[in-house]
Each structure stands twice: as structure tokens, then as C-alpha cells.
């Protein structure tokens, strides 16, 4: 039988910590209930689901519907959009069935790349790649999952690019809503001879078609920082996202931007497997970031301790602590009144 192979590329860095990411997951298990609630794409859908942050892995590879379970969607550092790419040519390769001179190969794949950052490595080569030997036998619809989006990279990727800012209740479902009947429309319409494009069916209220994509040289949409809770030595994540205003008077309208808290979240081991090995010289101002929060291993009233090697750690009060990251014992004091604050290095996001 032929089959209809679904490929979901899904964003699992830094930026999607918290209820972004629980939201995915969520949204996968959505897409496969209504699925299979059609007898078309229960004849005929296969998915698979290929994550990528700092690096990029095949985390269920191509299946049939009804034995696909939705994965728990792993949190790296870094925003790898080539070795993605590189990932998914990879697995069209290996796992999609092409049609020969003897025998009907599987359908076209559609593919929906979602991300909400911009790439930190350079994947111009595999875009390339993927223009010159992949965009004619499969669909790529890129989902920018907010303003901030390298849309760039996406159109240099696909014609099909899709804005998705989630400004209001419910939107996101509606999001999952058009993905699921999108593959549901492309199953029962499969063999005719004018191909469906998705992106001429979503819903205008949740997505708009990004035209003329706007470069972006860099995602300052949040700040993302990594520490270790000193008693138990388990790693956390911090997240500010920006936050515009405007200092007025009578005389003049100044734009201010901060990064204001949004919170701060337990991590395990595989976080730096799914990290971007290399070392990042990315740094940002404390003067820049509001609020800092307690730990969320053992409840020390700060997570924000700088240790001398430049790592965070978390500690309740000024006295002595091991430092996690490097073992060495440091003496804490409250830090000075500085408005200038001081750099401490941040993550790719």
C-alpha cells in the first residue's frame, strides 16, 4: 500500500522552555486523535517527528498512525536548522519509498518545520541541498512561531512560510486544528492530479503567509541562562522575555526595552545532550534583566549566584558554596549596588 509520510521538524531550544513546549507535545497528540479519526489518513498516514536544538535527532522515526504515540519533546541549547534539514534529507532517504519503473513508491511527504528563533548555525548548505535535490519531492510548509522567527531562513527554504503569533485564548489550537485537517484534505484527495497546497486553507485569524521576509541577524526576542542548584547539583533554566515601553514626558517619547522574568525551570542531564557543544561568547548586561528567581530544585532564594568560573549556581544567603560547575569553594557577599550591573554569559537560545 502506498503511504502518505507526515514528517513533523520541531524546535525544541532554549526559547520553547515551559509551556511552549508542553503545548507541542500536547498538539501532537491532538494532530494524531484527529487522524485517526478519518478513514483515509488511518489507511495511509505514516509520522515521524524529528527534534532539533543545539543538535538534531530522529526521536520517532516513520510509523504507521495507529502506532504512533506522541514523544516527550527533549530542551537543548542552540537552534540548529541545518543539521535539521540535514536530519530530515536524511530520513526522506533512508525510510520514504520511491517510485520506480516497476512499482508505485510511497506519496509525496509533506513536511511542517515549526521554530520560533533563528538558526545558530549556518544552514545555507543544507538549504541548498534541499532546494536541489528534496523541494520537488516533498511539501515544506515553516511555521514561524512568533515575530521574532528568522523568516529569512525559512523563504530562503520554502515558498510556503506561515506566520503564527499566539495573541489570544485559543490559538494555538486553532493552529493544530489546520495542521490535522490539512493532512486529512491532502489523504482524501491523494492521486488527483492538481496537488493541494496547504497554505491556501489556514485560518487568517491564528497564521499569516510571510511574503517579503524581513533578515534578521539575530533573536533578542528572550534571554535564556543556565545554572546548577548547589545541593543537588541538577541543572535549571532561566528565561526573561523582552519587554517594550516608553519613557514620556511632555517633551519627548523615549522606546525603552527590558527582559523581564518569566520563569525559572528544572532541567535533567539530556538538556546538554541536545545542546550545541560549542562555546558560546554570547553575553548580556544584569542591568537589562527584572527579576530574579528562587531555585526550583531545592528552593534557594536565588537561582542568579555568579560563580568565578562565570556559571550560575543558586544559594540562600552570603557564606561559603561548592560551585557545581567547577567544584571550587567560593565566599558569596551581596552584590554591589552597581546600575551598571555586569555581563554574564547567556545561551544560544
Same mark, same amino acid.
Given at each position: 500500500?502506498?503511504?502518505?509520510p ?20 500536547q ?6 486523535? %484527529?487522524?485517526r479519526?478519518?478513514?483515509?489518513a ?13 543538535? @538534531? ?22 537552534t ?11 530520513e526522506?532517504?533512508r525510510?520514504v519509498v ?6 508505485k513508491?510511497d ?17 545555507? %548548505? ?10 520537488? @519531492? ?8 512568533g ?9 530562503r527554504?520554502?515558498?510556503?512560510v ?10 494555538? $489550537?486553532r ?7 490539512s ?11 492538481n496537488?493541494?497546497?496547504?497554505? $491556501?486553507?489556514?485560518?487568517e ?12 541577524h ?16 541538577r ?17 519627548f ?21 541536545w545542546?550545541?557543544?560549542?562555546t ?7 542591568a537589562?534583566l527584572?527579576? @530574579?528567581?528562587?531555585c ?5 532564594a ?8 562565570? $556559571? ?8 561559603? %558554596? ?15 549596588s ?11 537560545g
Amino acid at each position: 500500500m502506498r503511504r502518505l509520510p507526515v514528517f513533523f521538524v520541531l524546535d525544541c531550544s532554549e526559547s520553547m522552555v515551559g509551556e511552549n513546549l508542553r503545548k507541542m507535545e500536547q498538539g501532537l497528540q491532538s494532530i494524531v486523535t %484527529a487522524l485517526r479519526g478519518d478513514p483515509h489518513a488511518l489507511e495511509t498516514v505514516y509520522l515521524s517527528v524529528i527534534a532539533f536544538a543545539g543538535v @538534531a535527532r530522529t526521536i520517532v522515526p516513520l510509523i504507521e498512525l495507529m502506532d504512533f504515540y506522541p514523544p516527550r519533546l527533549p530542551l537543548g541549547g542552540g537552534t540548529s536548522l541545518g543539521a535539521a534539514l540535514d536530519t530530515l534529507m536524511h530520513e526522506i532517504d533512508r525510510q520514504v519509498v520511491r517510485t520506480t519503473a516497476d512499482a508505485k513508491g510511497d506519496w509525496k511527504p509533506i513536511v511542517f518545520l515549526m521554530t520560533d528563533g533563528h538558526p545558530t548555525d549556518d544552514p545555507q %548548505a543544507a538549504i541548498d541541498r534541499w532546494r536541489q535535490t528534496h523541494a520537488r @519531492a516533498a511539501q515544506l510548509v515553516a511555521v514561524g512561531m512568533g515575530s521574532q522567527t528568522d523568516f529569512s531562513a525559512l523563504a530562503r527554504l520554502t515558498d510556503q512560510v506561515l506566520l503564527f503569533e499566539d495573541s489570544r485564548p485559543g490559538d494555538f $489550537k486553532r493552529l493544530i486544528d489546520w495542521v490535522s485537517a490539512s493532512v486529512v484534505a491532502r489523504s482524501q484527495r491523494l492521486g488527483e492530479p492538481n496537488e493541494l497546497s496547504l497554505t $491556501k486553507s489556514f485560518d487568517e485569524r491564528v497564521l499569516s503567509l510571510v511574503k517579503d521576509a524581513p533578515t534578521t541577524h539575530a533573536d533578542d526576542n528572550c534571554v535564556v541562562l543556565v545554572g546548577r542548584c548547589q545541593k543537588h547539583r541538577r541543572p535549571y533554566l532561566i528565561k526573561y522575555e523582552r519587554e517594550e515601553r516608553a519613557l514620556s514626558t511632555v517633551e519627548f517619547n523615549l522606546p525603552l526595552s527590558s527582559y523581564q522574568l518569566a520563569g525559572c525551570y528544572p532541567l535533567d542531564e539530556s538538556y546538554f545532550d541536545w545542546s550545541d557543544p560549542r562555546t558560546s561568547s554570547l553575553k548580556v548586561n544584569t542591568a537589562e534583566l527584572m527579576g @530574579a528567581p528562587g531555585c526550583p530544585h531545592c528552593g534557594n532564594a536565588t537561582a542568579f549566584a555568579v560563580c568565578g568560573c562565570g $556559571k550560575l549556581l543558586c544559594l540562600n544567603g552570603p557564606g561559603e %558554596a561548592i560551585c557545581p560547575w567547577c567544584e571550587k569553594t567560593v565566599a558569596f557577599a551581596p552584590g554591589a549596588s552597581d546600575a551598571g550591573g555586569f555581563d554574564v554569559g547567556r545561551s544560544q537560545g
